[in-house]
């Protein structure tokens, strides 16, 4: 009734005891590279939500610009025009004296 009779029984109980400390280590490695694998998720997430933010504000300065050039054009074609009746003004005032 003793629980080693022989050796084989002791090599069972050695080996039992492995594999329960190798089972332990597998079921910590699997959760560490779960959480490694969460934690990388998490970056690439972050990273992503970055990028667009950077992708949203290039397309701002980008429709501000265009829109900006847009009122240049105005601007440059009513200053034209004060420059002409300036020019016509400086005539009528030349030919009067």
Do not use: P
């Not at 490695?29 to 667009?52: G, S």
């Not at 009122?71 to 020019?87: N, T, W």
Request: one cysteine or more.
């Amino acid at each position: 009734m003793y629980l080693i009779q022989d050796s084989r029984d002791l090599l069972n109980i050695v080996l039992a005891f492995c594999i329960l400390w190798l089972t332990i280590f597998i079921a910590w490695f699997i959760y560490y590279v779960a959480m490694l694998m969460r934690e990388a998720f998490k970056m690439t997430r972050e990273m992503h939500e970055r990028i667009n933010k950077v992708d949203d504000l290039i397309v701002a300065f980008k429709d501000k610009i265009e829109h900006s050039t847009s009122y240049l054009l105005l601007i440059g074609e009513g200053v034209k025009k004060l420059v002409e009746m300036a020019r016509s003004y400086s005539k009528k005032n030349s030919k009067k004296k």
